[in-house]
Nanobody, 125 residues
């Protein structure tokens, strides 16, 4: 089992920044991919960003590319999502997730085996 705990959510103004963290514990391994998803009220959970086990490959949704940056520190079993130039439409609960490398598409929720509890991000206009 792997436990994931997100932190760093909160309230920001449009144009502002927030940094989310996701700490993994339990049966962790460096050979897993990490991803961030978000879910707004009344909408399906959607992919935001993903990162390979080495950190050399990153993937982004079109809606956040150029504004958000995903990174990871394998020594700390932690993933980060730096969110800049925030927009009101970024308001959602953000979830981090972990999955086995080479097990599927970074963009699909089905690729990920473990999920955090989520952290609320609210962007005011």
């Amino acid at each position: 089992q792997v436990q994931l705990v997100e932190s760093g959510g909160g309230l920001a103004q449009a144009g502002g920044s927030l940094r989310l963290s996701c700490a993994a514990s339990g049966r962790t391994s460096s050979t897993y991919i990490m991803g961030w998803f978000r879910q707004a009220p009344g909408k399906e959970r959607e992919f935001v960003a993903g990162i390979s086990w080495s950190g050399r490959s990153t993937y982004y949704a079109d809606s956040v590319r150029g504004r958000f940056t995903i990174s990871r520190d394998n020594a700390k079993n932690t993933s980060y999502l730096q969110m800049n130039s925030l927009k009101p439409e970024d308001t959602a609960v953000y979830y981090c997730a972990v999955g086995r490398a080479y097990s599927g598409s970074y963009y699909s929720t089905e690729t990920y085996d473990y999920w955090g509890q989520g952290t609320q991000v609210t962007v005011s206009s």
